[in-house]
Antibody, heavy 121, light 110 residues
């Protein structure tokens, strides 16, 4: 059974940092592109970033470029999102999601349950 | 950047057909995926590559895509279909490709 379990969310002050993790199981993690998607309270879905199987390609939404870094450790079947210089508008539930073997084609067929990040003083 | 436009809300009586649109410039040339999200839950894929259904999704869910509009159709709507629905495409037209979601449509079953 495919499982994605996020962790690392919490309350952080504006300008602070947080590192999210996503533990994957039930599939060959190293064979898939992976993404982070967020959802602000009461708002819609917003794609944040994705990463190729070997980490050699990464893409980000403009609003997080230069502040967030996506990475992965295939030996640990884990996906990460390092978030720096956090702003109030980064407050959201962050989901990790599995894409397919190829960038920009396959849908997000599995999602984690999400972890809440709150940026507030 | 590429923009997907969805109606904020759609209402339908039980047993009737709901159609949720997703508008975008020449969206017919892209592959569209659709997700269902119920309150407090993660999104679930209901239609991929315009019209394919994942296993476990009822045949009542179907999709189409042509021109500037993609459509998610839910036939014989049930109370359990009440949820938010999002369309999604991959936009590779700029120098920084990215995934784009529509703003979401709240389906209300009357």
């Amino acid at each position: 059974e495919v499982q994605l379990v996020e962790s690392g969310g919490g309350l952080v002050q504006p300008g602070g940092s947080l590192r999210l993790s996503c533990a994957a199981s039930g599939f060959t993690f190293s064979s898939y592109w992976m993404s982070w998607v967020r959802q602000a309270p009461g708002k819609g879905l917003e794609w944040v970033a994705n990463i190729k199987q070997d980490g050699s390609e990464k893409y980000y939404v403009d609003s997080v470029k230069g502040r967030f870094t996506i990475s992965r450790d295939n030996a640990k079947n884990s996906l990460y999102l390092q978030m720096n210089s956090l702003r109030a508008e980064d407050t959201a539930v962050y989901y990790c999601a599995r894409e397919g073997p190829f960038a920009g084609s396959d849908p997000f067929d599995y999602w984690g349950q999400g972890t809440l990040v709150t940026v507030s003083s | 950047s590429y923009v997907l436009t969805q109606p904020p809300s759609v209402s339908v009586a039980p047993g009737k057909t709901a159609r949720i649109t997703c508008g975008g410039n020449n969206i017919g040339s892209k592959s569209v995926h659709w997700y269902q999200q119920k309150p407090g839950q993660a999104p679930v894929l209901v239609i991929y590559y315009d019209s394919d259904r994942p296993s476990g999704i009822p045949e009542r869910f179907s999709g189409s895509n042509s021109g500037n509009t993609a459509t998610l159709t839910i036939s014989r709507v049930e109370a359990g279909d009440e949820a938010d629905y999002y369309c999604q495409v991959w936009d590779s037209s700029s120098d920084h490709p990215d995934w784009v979601f529509g703003g979401g449509t709240k389906l209300t079953v009357l």
